[in-house]
């Protein structure tokens, strides 16, 4: 099985290097960045700067942490999924590849998690149902939290793969490149925020692993953005090619 896996993302290996081409000479990409990073420079910059005030007895405003629930950082990254959710939506139905739709739910799921804290509320909620020896290097909840991501993880990652399947090559380069990013993004916000709360640390390794989790996180949700944007752009391009200027669904 892992074999037939290997052998089926090799043969898609020239799709996802060509549009990853266009990703690169894309126009909407080049427009979005010019909007967006000087936007995330700022962010990131006061987030190191509360980072340097935390560590040096100088609090800054709680709303500069990226990491911080409804901070600056966090309202861009709601913005960020929730667009990525609706253009691919629009992608969905455009182009009736359930790819898309398997994304697109995930990134739901991101935008209303991120705001609502969804995997928190779990983590406490399953606790007191985790038994945990005493003096584990970690809480309870965080093992609840771990288990909420791998459930959801799970539904995205079957419904991802049972849509790839059947999908048409440029959707499934664009669906596999996409689920890299939000799998990155999960690296920092799900791994690495374990190993944050994995024992005890130093003031200066655990200012450092927040720091790592938390911009690693916001880099991959702003890379996945720009991807989305590239191949919303290029495919509503062609939708208007082939009607004349006038949008008609296609189906790839």
Not at 37 to 57: E, K, N, R, S
Request: hydrophobic fraction near 60%.
């Amino acid at each position: 099985m892992v074999r037939a896996l290997l052998t089926w993302l090799v043969s898609h290996a020239a799709d996802i290097a060509a549009e990853l081409r266009g990703v690169a000479a894309s126009r909407a990409v080049r427009t979005a960045m010019l909007w967006l990073w000087p936007y995330a420079g700022v962010i990131v910059g006061l987030d190191l700067a509360a980072i340097y005030g935390d560590a040096t007895g100088a609090a800054l405003p709680a709303q500069f942490f990226i990491s911080q629930d409804h901070s600056l950082g966090e309202f861009l990254e709601y913005a960020l999924t929730g667009s990525c959710a609706v253009m691919l939506l629009l992608m969905w139905r455009r182009l009736g590849a359930t790819a898309y739709l398997a994304n697109a739910a995930m990134m739901l799921w991101l935008t209303l998690d991120n705001a609502m804290q969804f995997h928190e509320a779990f983590g406490h909620w399953a606790a007191p149902a985790i038994p945990l020896p005493a003096g584990a290097p970690v809480a309870a909840n965080d093992v609840g939290e771990l288990l909420c991501f791998a459930l959801v993880g799970g539904f995205w990652l079957t419904g991802l793969a049972s849509a790839l399947v059947s999908a048409q090559r440029r959707a499934a380069a664009h669906s596999l490149l996409i689920a890299a990013g939000i799998g990155c993004a999960a690296v920092f916000g799900v791994a690495v925020d374990l190993i944050v709360h994995w024992g005890p640390h130093t003031l200066a390794a655990l200012e450092f692993q927040t720091w790592l989790e938390d911009s690693g996180e916001f880099a991959f949700i702003n890379l996945t953005f720009l991807l989305v944007v590239a191949f919303y752009d290029a495919e509503k391009r062609r939708w208007r090619t082939r009607s004349g200027g006038v949008l008609q669904p296609q189906l790839v």
